[in-house]
């Protein structure tokens, strides 16, 4: 498990280690969000001064959690939600070990998929792509 877990974190930080900022459009909003949270010390009730939209509602999960990285460590929204990302992606064969481990109660089966999760599937690590880290934190 520490294996798969070891290949995981370093292909996922592989996957962006050039990036500045998270990529595509829903990285953009979970970004003014994280910054949002961190700024308010909550969850906003609106995107303002970043947008003139009032009455936010939106699950707000990996956002908060990205945003107590940006306030921990005093660093960049944007930043925070690219390491949170990677690390819950880097996280997921963990979850892939456990479903199949209890399915066919089979450890080596837990192994198996733990490793091809972390490896040799291109998903979940090509969710740095399209900026789908919400779906990661649920």
Known sequence: MLLALAAAAAGRALNVRALVAPAWVDSVHHTVLT????????????????????????????????????????????QAVLVTGQALSALAPLAAYALAARLTRRRWAGAGAALVAASLSYLPAYYASWGRYTHLAG
């Open 35 to 78: 910054r949002l949270i961190a700024d308010t010390g909550g969850v906003p009730s609106s995107y303002s001064p970043y947008l003139p939209v009032d009455n936010v509602h939106y699950h707000f999960g990996f956002h908060a959690a990205a945003a107590a990285l940006a306030s921990l460590t005093h660093g960049d929204a944007a």
